[in-house]
């Protein structure tokens, strides 16, 4: 029997939604919810293959379908999960595993680069983050609750018919991403937004390590696990792992390029190279609020415009490509996000999750 409940869209804003049952169930409440949002991501994604990378959409399919081998085997139910979606959403199933796998399909091309931040005080466990990509894909975000049978509760700000992105989950588990160039790619390892979605099902940050390194992911990413407890960074190529552990403050900071030496034959792009500058003045800001802040201390430096356009609250002009269109602020300790949409200086829409 399907159980599926719906919050509703707000008037204006991005679209919220409920999903629960079946791992296909929640699937085709996805697809047939969001089926405008996932026809104008998968039009978004096209078009930017075609003309970034010379690809057809036709071509993207059949590259896309590569993993479905390694998916099918290793995790099925995230492969039902995607045919749900392409069934209530009316697409072909490779439209589906084509958006999910887009940063291993062109071996990080298409980045979204972020600044994020995991800080564990006395009173909080927090982690925050700006995503940043461009303007065109906004329309296409979506906040998703996924609530599964003997799994944590997932909330999540994801893109339309991806299975995973960055949020929190029922057990106080929660993740962020940052965009890595470094060559490389493994099919049999897990996509990078499909080792998202399985941190957002972990019990702990400990128990999501643990799983991602048993079947490492398959190009180079950043991801920010924390918990209650503190959080850890894990630096990824399609050859290894280095992790990035807390601070004496339990801190733990990321934009958008490697800080722990990786194996011979790992090279970083440092595609962007503000992102060395922006790890710099998130540090700096932090020290200025002192070692209590605030969700909304927090928030607040995330409206940092030193470097404009390039700046921790990024624009799209000049000689920026991207810039930044959610923020998210978490505490992990009690279970609650906030979310604004759009640039923090210029915010859009202003909405909570919790547990």
Known sequence: MRVFEYHGQPTSGMLRMKCSGTPHEIGLRHGSEAKLQIARC???YARLFKESA??????VRELAMAFEPSISKNWPAYLEEMRGIAEGAQVRLPDIIAI??????????F??????????T????????????????????????IAQPAKPTIKMITEAGLIG???????????????????????SRIPCHLGLRMVLESSSREDAVRKLESYGVASSCHMLVADAQGGTGLEWSSRDLRKVEMNPSKQVFHTNHYLAEHQ???IDTVWLKDS???IVRIEELCKKVGVSPTMEELAEMFKDEKGFPTSICRNEKGGSATGTLFNIVMDLKAKKAAVTLGRPVEPEQYFELGF
Not at 100 to 109: A, D, K, Y
Not at 123 to 144: G, T
Not at 165 to 179: D, T, Y
């Open 42 to 44: 998968i039009n978004f």
């Open 264 to 266: 011979k034959g790992v």
């Open 54 to 59: 010379k690809k057809e959409w036709s071509e």
């Open 165 to 187: 992105k960055i949020g929190l989950n029922s057990a106080g588990v929660g993740v962020c991403l940052n965009a890595i160039k470094a060559k490389g790619m493994d099919p």
């Open 111 to 120: 980045s979204d680069g972020c600044t994020a931040l995991s800080w564990r």
């Open 100 to 109: 999910n796998v887009r940063t291993e399909i062109t071996f990080g091309l």
């Open 276 to 278: 060395l500058v922006r």
């Open 122 to 145: 006395d009173e909080a466990s927090f982690l925050a983050q700006n995503w940043d990509w461009m303007e065109a894909q906004k329309e296409n975000l979506v906040a998703l609750t």
